[in-house]
């Protein structure tokens, strides 16, 4: 059963229309151990189809690969020219939309730099153009699993990834973070000394610490004065219960739309324009003493 949430307003104009609005759709998706990747991929793309049009489309950490499915990551992991990102590439194409794909595990492709543990596998974030281009990639720089899992298996990226979208509503400037980067404030910093409005995060974080994942969320979105829009997993896999919650979250702290628990789209409009006038209203960014602490 899939559940449909819109926003409600945060900063509407006085006769509810938008200034600047971009349009969003985050989809969390719920799966368990028995359904086989090429279905659920199959599976999402019908969803993506059949969304009312967005500009942007965001998809959570690892939702075709199994975001603890660890044991098969070195059996399923595909280039990021493979099979997955070239299907959601064509869903990108035909709905004309911005589609961030979630994360895929990434193989080195022959020949290529396989990292500097040599194991040429990352945790990779794709996100596609209206036109089906690869547009940006985000190589996950944290770890999750304490010394398993990601650590164990997995390169760290190495790099920031900001980029602009032009969308209807016109340029946005977007930052991309995976899951357990959410911990690392630094990161979201740096995102924001780059400009970004809008950080777009994919996710799978289990159903145990999930007021984290919420607390963080507005937190990193608060102290940053930036749009944090936050896509979780949902369902149990590798013996994980996903936390659910999608959230998005504004430059001022507050939840604009969440999600339950269960699979469903969250689907609302961000008012760009309110970052702005968050910032000049209260311009907190402005007193950091970065010298004075050695930076
Ligand atoms: N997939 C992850 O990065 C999980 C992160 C997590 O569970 C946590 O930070 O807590």
Known sequence: MVDC???SDVDAGRDGTRVNGLKVALLQVSYGDDEPLRDRVERVSQWVRGLEPTDLVLLPELWAHGGFASASWRTTAELVSGQTIAQMASVARETGTWLHAGSVIEKADEGADRGSEGRGLWNTSVLLSPQGEVHKTYRKIHRF???DGEPRLLEAGTDLAVVDLEANSGSVRVGMATCYDLRFPELFR??????VEVVLL????PMPRVEHWRLLGRARALENQ????QCNTAGTHSGVEMGGHSQIVAPTGEVLAELGSGEGALVAELDLDLL????????VLADRRLSTLGY
């Open 226 to 229: 930036t749009w944090v829009l």
């Open 145 to 147: 699993g304490f010394g």
């Open 190 to 195: 740096q995102l924001g000394d780059q400009g």
């Open 276 to 283: 702005k006038r968050v910032r000049a209203d209260f311009p």
């Open 5 to 7: 949430a819109a926003g």
């Open 202 to 205: 994919p996710a799978a974080w």
